[in-house]
């Protein structure tokens, strides 16, 4: 069974705080993501990677970054969060051309 | 880039009652397109998926439908059942980038 495990499942920050959600897959993937889920706007990307070492800007990186310091993790950093960042965010794995497979979700609320 | 768009954002059926969901992408050059699923509180996951040189694709209670000249999907499901309420996540992508999502449709199956 593919797994995909995220950390913290929650977490509440303070505006201006550093933020890091972590991410683990023991599908042997290439390839990982980080979405992000608001009410209105589905997933949208914020940072993916293909292979360790290097990250690449999805649709809406600005405010984080990434980093994917071996195959099987994979992290978000908000180094300033923002109101604006609360929202859920999802890490996923998958093959070159295949279906995600996706954590259970990191619920993060910045006050 | 590409836009993904689902309709309706929302429905409410009778329990047995079959639904179709819409998603049209703009891209014509994306490939693949798979659809997921998200039970309230739970991590999405994908449910049947369809690549650009077919034009039907069933399993069990699900048919995916492709038009590949109007850029046009429909997911229809038979014979609901409550354990079909969720959030249903049509997505696209070619095969160079990654998975881009529409809104989501929220389905509420009622006994």
């Known amino acids: 069974e593919a797994a995909v495990t995220q950390s913290p499942r929650s977490k509440v920050a303070v505006t201006g705080g550093k933020v890091t959600l972590s991410c683990h897959q023991t599908?042997?993937?290439?390839?990982m993501y980080w979405y992000r889920q608001d009410t209105g706007h589905g997933l949208r990307l914020i940072h993916y990677?293909?292979?360790?070492?290097?990250?690449e800007k999805g649709d809406i990186p600005d405010g984080y970054k990434a980093s994917r310091p071996s195959q099987e993790n994979f992290s978000l950093i908000l180094e300033l969060a923002s109101l604006s960042q609360t929202a859920v965010y999802f890490c996923?794995?998958?093959?070159?051309?295949?279906?995600?497979?996706f954590g259970e979700g990191s619920k993060l609320t910045v006050l | 880039g590409e836009q993904v768009e689902q309709l309706p954002s929302s429905l409410i059926v009778q329990e047995g009652a079959s639904v179709l969901i819409n998603c049209s992408y703009t891209?014509?050059?994306?490939?693949?397109f798979p659809w997921y699923k998200q039970e309230p509180g739970k991590r999405l996951q994908f449910i049947i998926d369809?690549?650009?040189?077919?034009e039907r694709k069933q399993t069990q209670r699900l048919t995916l439908l492709f038009d590949k000249k109007t850029k046009h999907l429909s997911l229809h499901i038979t014979a609901t059942q409550p354990g079909d309420s969720a959030i249903y996540f049509c997505?696209?992508?070619?095969?160079?980038?990654?998975?881009?999502f529409g809104t989501g449709t929220k389905l509420q199956v009622v006994p």
């Open positions: 996923a794995s998958s093959s070159n051309t295949g279906q995600l497979y």
């Open positions: 599908n042997n993937h290439d390839y």
């Open positions: 990677s293909y292979v360790a070492d290097s990250t």
């Open positions: 891209d014509s050059a994306s490939v693949y």
């Open positions: 369809i690549r650009s040189n077919m």
């Open positions: 997505s696209a992508t070619n095969s160079g980038t990654y998975q881009r």
